[in-house]
């Protein structure tokens, strides 16, 4: 297993790194195809339920409820946790969570260790942490192991390598478990990993988690899975440790009915996750762990147009069916949380770094009409545009295009006066200039210019009389 | 009632048939139609890049050419979602208020102001139909497919009413075509691909004509079919409600 | 200060004002046909759901579609004839060459096709996920239309684990083909007590 560095790409921006994705169209056609199909499963599995609109509604208030009343539901899940034998731990950031860590697998003289779907440890690339100090780390879930043996992160959250063709699968495990070379039935590699990732799951004493949802009301905390490798690890392991962004909280227990109902069918369209496993105390003899983990929460949390970002609950719906997620893949947003969510999550994180995300949108909506949870993503990602401006990080080129089409457009005159029809856009509007260098150009063909614009026509016919019948 | 008819500025200088089918049919429809001479744009493509601060002076102009009016209408369903959520003045926000109120994209106006029942109107054509995003999920035109509520369209209603004219059935009712503004160069491999994938569905469902309630949407489809030199054409939803053929 | 007191000060100060918690009360299911219905769910899931009339049934059915020469684990007495009793105390660990094993659960849900049950009817942990195929003995009477009635059923039940457990183990993770036999079973099968 390499250790070290991932492949991060080049450190291009999406549209960079869309147009290289782009360019194996039939690549992209597959990719784009296997993500609408999910998303039509979604809509199938959603119109199961009558009450599906209520049940996001309802969804979506208590989430508003939580990060709204965190603070006294920190207080109460810590205090019941403890109640139930669990040893809590605050993180502030990656690094203190990497520690946490590291510390509990080296008190226990513990080298390796198996880890379940946590996006919340690939943010804080907890593999890599632990890789430096001879702790190796691996992640049972068949896509993130897949990405893992490839040295690449995660592209989607729910379907981690959602981009790769069985073929290139295939050429993986030749070179990493000596399959023969050539094999691709999906069948006959996931029996040849659900071997090798046995033997794993019983010979490693420490076992990671993620939570999709933690009761404050119980102490409790639930992991959904579909493989059932959340579970193998954690039921043979001595020490269990589960990892958490402070807004995975919910306040009672019944409100699981809710969030079990939305989550799988809008994920995947599957009326429940095969396991949907709730830990609450650890087994005779176990350890178990949980940590808290701030990194960046909080600050969105104070963001009175980006706090509802964090009612998320992970499903990965607006990647489904964000039509330039689908044609542009999840490696392009160069971010662990990727599509619409990753956009309005990742500029709270660095905003440098992060600044094209916002503009990887048409703004179209699909995004937060499949939301269990209502999130205003289209709207936000227009505003997170507005602070990107306001702080300096728009392109300049950008500016100054900008600022001249305002000036023409709040003087009619200048307007008026630009000319011949289509004369004031070759000055102002990017998408129109007539030349090679326009990027318009490239792929469509340019509107006609017509002999008269509507204005001049309406200036010129019997202005007010009506049309002849 | 008076109407003060809202011309988006690249309809005004490219597409002005669709003005003009507009301003006709309204007419025919009894309506007292003027149009502003003065009107420039509802400021959007700044906005929509962030710089929404910039588009005061945009904002104030609309105001004073349109505030006399009942009612403003324009057959652009994405200019007119951008009034209705963004028009704000620092001097005159009474008047804002009430120009959001007022402000109406063509096909709505003619569903839910004037409660059109029939038109006298012939196009005999395959017709496929794009929603705009903005005129389905900002103006709410006909029902979202993501959504479990019951399915409605007003622009399909009116096509209805249109003689002899055949509609396709798409695929994907109402996947976003890809030109969103200044993302159609900013990010152009994505903005066409997604194009292309629309103008496939249309095409391959046996359209002549894709027609829309937004001309951006409209042209960069145009764009696309020309370029591959398609006989599909392009045609403003005014157009075949005001077509007489 | 540390991290902990850093933390709840900085959610104290940036925590918008409160909203309200909604009503979700009227969330109710249908129980009319709700046995059929987690059959049909379940079936189509790829797992075998089967009506039976008593555990003399299930014994029969158990010889029938398993080796039980191979190794067979339950918590149920009445078929310690068929299969070997589960330990609690011993290390989950000698629990890994088990063929088939043979659980009851408390409710099962008819929406989605998942069965309930907690680590005190498990007999271990690692027993649901670490056998090659899973079988469950549920009482029809147990049923209950959505996951809202099954919270409601389950309560403030104390256990130290419990789980939903919806069908074979699965993944879809190469292309997006169904596999049934990701990490946990590669069959599941229920049988319902009339």
Redesign the interface.
């Known amino acids: 297993m390499k250790n070290g560095n991932m492949k991060q790409g080049n450190k291009k921006d ?2 960079a790194l ?2 290289a994705f ?1 360019k194996d ?1 039939e690549r ?1 056609d597959w990719h ?1 195809g296997a993500l ?1 199909y999910i998303r039509e499963k979604r ?1 199938i599995a ?2 199961q ?2 009450e ?2 209520s049940l996001r509604e309802a969804a979506s208030e208590i989430k508003s409820n939580v990060i709204s009343n965190l603070h006294n539901y920190l207080l109460q899940f810590e205090n019941n946790l403890i109640k139930n034998g669990i040893i809590v731990h605050w993180a502030d950031n990656a690094e203190e969570h990497n520690e946490i860590v590291y510390s509990i697998l080296k008190a226990k003289e513990i080298n390796q260790m198996v880890k379940s779907k946590s996006m919340l440890t690939e943010e804080c690339q907890l593999n890599e942490y632990l890789a430096e100090r001879g702790i190796d780390v691996i992640n049972s879930d068949l896509g993130e192991y897949i990405q893992q043996i490839d040295n690449e992160p995660p592209s989607h959250i729910v379907l981690p390598c959602i981009h790769k063709r069985k073929e290139e699968i295939g050429e993986l495990f030749h070179e990493h478990l000596g399959t023969e070379k050539g094999l691709s039935d999906p069948t006959l590699l996931t029996r040849v990993a659900r071997k090798h990732l046995r033997n794993i799951f019983l010979s490693r004493r420490a076992a990671l988690t993620g939570v999709n949802f933690a009761v404050a009301e119980t102490g409790e905390y639930v992991v959904c899975t579909n493989e059932g490798n959340a579970d193998m690890g954690a039921h043979l392991s001595e020490v269990q440790i589960a990892s958490m962004g402070l807004e995975k909280l919910i306040p009672q227990k019944k409100h699981l009915g809710v969030f079990l109902r939305l989550l799988a069918r809008s994920a995947t369209g599957q009326p429940i996750t095969i396991y949907s496993s709730h830990y609450k105390k650890p087994r005779e003899g176990q350890e178990m762990h949980l940590i808290l983990v701030d990194a960046g929460r909080t600050r969105q949390l104070g963001r009175a147009d980006f706090k509802d970002s964090l009612k998320c609950i992970k499903c990965g719906a607006c990647m489904n ?1 964000c ?2 997620y689908r ?2 893949g999840g490696l392009s947003y160069h971010n662990t949380i990727s599509g619409p969510i990753g956009a309005i999550l990742a500029p709270n994180l660095d905003i440098k770094k992060h600044a094209d995300l916002p ?8 995004c ?3 939301c269990p949870v209502k999130i205003n993503i ?1 709207e936000q990602l ?1 505003k997170w ?6 702080e300096g990080y ?1 392109a300049n080129t ?2 100054m295009t ?2 001249a ?8 005159n200048t ?1 008026t006066n630009a000319g011949k ?2 004369r ?2 070759l000055h102002n ?3 129109v200039i007539n030349n090679k260098f ?3 150009y ?9 002999k ?4 001049e ?3 010129k016919s019997e ?2 009389k ?2 002849k ?1 | 009632m008076t109407v003060g008819l809202f ?1 988006p ?9 669709a ?2 089918a507009t ?2 049919l309204l ?2 429809l009894g309506v007292d139609v ?2 502003p ?5 509802c ?1 959007q ?14 904002n ?2 609309f105001i004073e050419n349109f505030a006399a009016f009942d009612y403003i209408v324009a057959p652009s369903a994405s200019c007119v979602l951008h009034i209705k959520d963004h028009l704000h003045s620092h001097e005159n926000e009474e008047q804002a208020l009430t120009i959001r109120n007022k402000v109406y994209e063509l096909v709505e106006f003619l569903t839910d102001i004037l409660n059109v029942e029939n038109l006298d109107a012939t196009f005999p054509y395959k017709v496929s139909l794009h929603h705009s ?1 903005h005129g389905l ?2 103006l709410h035109l006909a029902q ?6 019951p399915p409605y369209s007003k622009p399909q209603r009116l096509l209805d009413m249109v003689k002899g004219l055949q509609q396709v059935t798409l695929d ?1 009712a ?3 075509c ?18 292309k ?1 629309r103008v496939r569905d249309h095409t391959k469902n046996g359209a002549e004509y894709i027609t829309s309630s937004d001309l951006s949407c409209l ?2 489809l ?3 079919l ?2 591959s030199k398609s006989e599909v054409k392009i045609v403003h939803i005014a157009e075949i409600l005001n077509s007489t053929l | 200060m540390n991290t902990r007191e850093k933390i709840l000060q900085a959610v104290l100060k940036n925590q918008p004002q409160t909203t309200p918690l909604p009503d979700i009360s009227n969330f109710k299911g249908d129980h009319t046909d709700a046995v059929q219905k987690y059959i049909n769910v379940f079936n189509a899931i790829g797992g075998v759901a089967l009506l039976v009339d008593d555990i003399a049934e299930v014994k029969v059915l158990i010889n029938k579609n398993f080796d039980v020469n191979k190794r067979t684990v339950t918590t149920l007495p009445e078929l310690g004839d068929v299969a070997e009793l589960i330990s609690g105390t011993v290390n989950p660990h000698t629990y890994e060459d088990i063929e088939l094993a043979i659980l009851q659960a408390q409710l099962f849900v008819a929406e989605n096709g998942a069965v309930w049950l907690t680590d005190q009817l498990m007999g271990q942990r690692i027993i649901p996920y670490i056998c090659q195929h899973l079988a469950v003995v549920v009482s029809a009477a147990s049923i209950v239309p959505t996951l809202h009635e099954a919270y409601e059923k389950i309560g403030t039940d104390d256990y130290g684990f419990g789980g939903f457990i919806g069908g074979p183990s699965k993944t879809a993770d190469i292309e997006q083909a169904l596999v049934l036999g990701a990490h946990g079973p590669l069959t599941m099968t229920v049988f319902i007590l009339r």
């Open positions: 999406h549209p869309a147009e782009i169209e992209v784009d609408w809509d959603s119109r339920i009558p599906w609109e069916t039509p330039v044609k542009s503009y990887a949108s048409t703004l179209c909506g699909s937060s009409n499949v289209h227009y545009r507005q602070v990107i401006v306001k728009a950008k500016a900008m600022k089409m305002a000036w023409t457009l709040s003087s009619p307007f029809a289509g004031w856009f509007i990017p998408f326009n990027l318009w490239k792929q469509r063909e340019m509107p006609e210019s017509p008269e614009s509507f204005a026509w309406y200036a202005a007010g009506p049309a019948t | 011309i500025c690249y309809v005004n200088q490219f597409y002005p048939d003005g003009k301003l006709q007419q025919k003027k149009y001479r003065k009107q420039t744009c400021g493509p700044m906005a929509n890049s962030g710089f929404e601060h910039l588009s005061q002076g945009c104030d102009l995003c999920r900002g979202m497919s993501e959504l479990n509520s994907r109402d996947e976003c890809g030109f969103g503004g200044t993302f159609c160069v900013a990010e152009e491999a994505v903005s066409v691909k997604m194009g994938d042209m960069h145009e764009g696309i020309q370029r």
